[in-house]
Nanobody, 121 residues
Framework: QVQLVESGGGLVQSGGSLRLSCAAS????????MGWYRQAPGKQRELVAK???????TYADSVKGRFTISRDNAKNMVFLQMNSLKSEDTAVYYC???????????????WGQGTQVTVSS
């Protein structure tokens, strides 16, 4: 099995910064892309940022220039540096990984349990 464990969420004032981390563990043979999604109350889960194994990045328009995604392939970790936070960034942030496990063919998506980010105005 695979586990994705997030950390780094919390309460921060508007304009502040937070850094989220996610570690993937288990029977992993290859990780393709890793990313961060978020879900605010009453809204659908949306992509925040993702990064491929070749470090190509994609960002939601709402976070471009403020958030930076990075990964450590050796440790199977992904990070999200969030700067200039706004109240509208308040949400539960979920780590996601598209990966292949040993003994299987093809990749599947795995999710972390989520970490709360609250930005006070």
């Amino acid at each position: 099995q695979v586990q994705l464990v997030e950390s780094g969420g919390g309460l921060v004032q508007s304009g502040g910064s937070l850094r989220l981390s996610c570690a993937a563990s288990g029977s992993i043979s290859r990780i393709n892309s890793m990313g961060w999604y978020r879900q605010a109350p009453g809204k659908q889960r949306e992509l925040v940022a993702k990064i491929t194994s070749s470090t190509t990045t994609t960002y939601a328009d709402s976070v471009k220039g403020r958030f930076t995604i990075s990964r450590d392939n050796a440790k199977n970790m992904v990070f999200l540096q969030m700067n200039s936070l706004k109240s509208e960034d308040t949400a539960v942030y979920y780590c996601n990984a598209d990966l292949t496990t040993y003994g299987t063919i093809g990749s599947t998506f795995w999710w972390g349990q989520g970490t709360q980010v609250t930005v006070s105005s």
